[in-house]
């Protein structure tokens, strides 16, 4: 089991940056994988961003690369994503996600844990 929770959200001009953080409880950090997901209002969850489990390996949306970056800190457990260049399209609530199974890490269904999510706003 893991508990997370997202910090760092909130509103910026279009063309800033925002740092998002998920802080992951318990002892086993790093046997998962991350995932970021993000939610507009009437909008489905969509994938954003996805980790290694030891941070090697990284993946994103089309939209969001070179713009964003997802890296972890398995000794402090926790998940950043560097949003830069922000645009309004990128308005969401921002979700992090943690699984310990072998799967695509692009889809919401394979994760098992989920944050509350953190607002990112960004205006034009």
């Known amino acids: 089991q893991v508990q997370l929770v997202e910090s760092g959200g909130g509103l910026v001009q279009a063309g800033g940056s925002l740092r998002l953080s998920c802080a992951a409880s318990g002892r086993t950090f790093s046997n998962y994988r991350m995932g970021w997901f993000r939610q507009a209002p009437g909008k489905e969850r969509e994938f954003v961003a996805t980790?290694?489990?030891?941070?090697?390996?990284?993946y994103y949306r089309d939209s969001v690369k070179g713009r964003f970056t997802i890296s972890r800190d398995n000794a402090k457990n926790t998940v950043y994503l560097q949003m830069n260049s922000l645009k309004p399209e990128d308005t969401a609530v921002y979700y992090c996600a943690a699984d310990t199974g072998i799967r695509t890490g692009v889809q919401w269904r394979e994760y098992e844990y989920w944050g509350q999510g953190t607002q990112v706003t960004v205006s034009s």
């Open positions: 980790i290694s489990r030891g941070g090697v390996s990284t």
